[in-house]
């Protein structure tokens, strides 16, 4: 196979919406040799409702379920999840039907009878596509935040034995606390744990948490229902869900507003969340990885940090050294960056004066 080969090891989910229970079962054993976990339904109403419970990353729909018109559930589907790949199967294959299809949002059109190759290579060029276009983002991100994507090369010796620490960090799926002096590198620390995780294909979603508050906080992490609260217009997925299937990092966690901090410890505890306004419980598969450059014992004796929640986040800790403890690589990170500078100000002989 081409195209994602190597990416469907990873987890992934996809949702057969098929009205005939022999194509759900083709599809579903087709799907689950790649590594998805598959569910099937006949119905718009039961495709809805599932998308309603959970993240999925591909869905497989049929343009006639009985008397339902597949095409009118399509612009549904990616209202409830804007991120889905809607590939479309039917036997009254046109080309018509095929390009109505992608201009309501499908990204790929499939006729009956097919082969379980071609279900398998359409469902890798998706799973591809939506993987460069998550990786696309995070690159341009870091590229806001730095220049460049950061150095992780050191002269330290104490540096070098925090980076052994780490890689073993990086290796587990355990909650991961980063903590440390601002300017310290956090960020950066976040975003190399992941990328030396086996969680590197999945996404990466950032909450920051001292850019919000109140409702605003749980909202943004755990996402709401349209009218949740004043200026709720619209349904929000929230990070959790944007995390699905890879890492959730919280930065400068200690911000956190208590109900944000009772509904994340629920969520560590069971992987299960709510979404504000809504009652319904979801399940997200997600590492979690925070970052504070508070004293969580201090905030915990304080009564604004709950204790049961900084037990649960303080699985593994890291404490980065801030540079002064890590001396020799002062001139090492200066030339990163006046390298990194010179490029960006299209000033190839820019150096350093004595």
């Known amino acids: 196979m081409t195209g994602r080969a190597t ?6 989910a996809a949702l057969v919406v098929d009205d005939d229970a022999g194509v759900r079962q083709s599809l579903r054993l087709c799907l689950e040799a790649t590594g998805a976990r598959v569910l099937g339904v006949a119905t718009g109403k039961a495709a809805l409702e599932a998308l309603d419970r959970g993240h999925f990353d591909v869905v497989f729909l049929d343009l006639w379920l009985g008397p339902e018109a597949g095409m009118d559930l399509l612009p549904e589907l990616l209202q409830r999840q804007t991120d889905l790949g809607v590939i479309v199967v039917t036997a009254f294959a046109s080309i018509e039907s095929a390009v109505d299809a992608v201009k309501r949002g499908a990204v790929d059109y499939i006729p009956k009878p097919f082969t379980p190759d071609q279900i398998r290579l359409t469902a890798n060029r998706v799973l591809e596509a939506q993987r460069l276009k998550r990786r ?3 690159l341009e991100e870091e590229l806001d935040e730095s220049g460049e994507p950061s150095l992780f090369e050191t002269h330290s010796q104490t540096f070098r034995q925090f980076l052994q620490m780490a890689g073993r960090a990086a290796a587990s799926d355990a909650v991961v606390l980063l903590r440390g002096e601002s300017g310290t590198g956090k960020n950066v620390l ?10 590197a ?8 948490c001292p850019a ?11 996402g709401h229902r349209r009218g949740a609260f004043t200026g709720a217009i619209a349904d929000v997925a929230g990070k959790v869900q944007e995390a699905e299937g890879g890492t959730l990092f919280l930065d400068e966690v200690g911000e956190l507003t208590a109900d944000a901090q009772a509904r994340l410890l629920r969520f560590l505890n069971d992987r299960t969340y709510e979404r504000l306004g809504e009652a319904r419980e979801r399940q997200a598969d997600v590492r979690v990885l925070a970052a504070t450059n508070r004293v969580l014992e201090d905030e915990v004796r304080s009564g604004r940090f709950r204790e049961d929640l900084f037990y649960r986040l303080n699985v593994i800790t890291l404490t980065l050294p801030p540079l002064r403890d890590r001396g020799e690589d002062v001139a090492l990170l200066a030339d990163h960056y006046l390298a990194m500078f010179s490029r960006k ?8 004066s004595n």
Request: positive net charge.
């Open 7 to 12: 990416a469907c090891h990873a987890p992934w």
């Open 136 to 138: 696309l983002a995070e």
């Open 190 to 199: 976040a975003r190399w744990l992941r990328a030396n995780s086996s969680r």
């Open 201 to 208: 294909a999945g996404p990466f979603a950032t909450a920051n």
């Open 212 to 222: 919000l508050s109140g409702d605003l906080m749980t909202s943004a992490l755990f």
């Open 345 to 352: 100000q299209g000033r190839p002989a820019l150096t350093f």
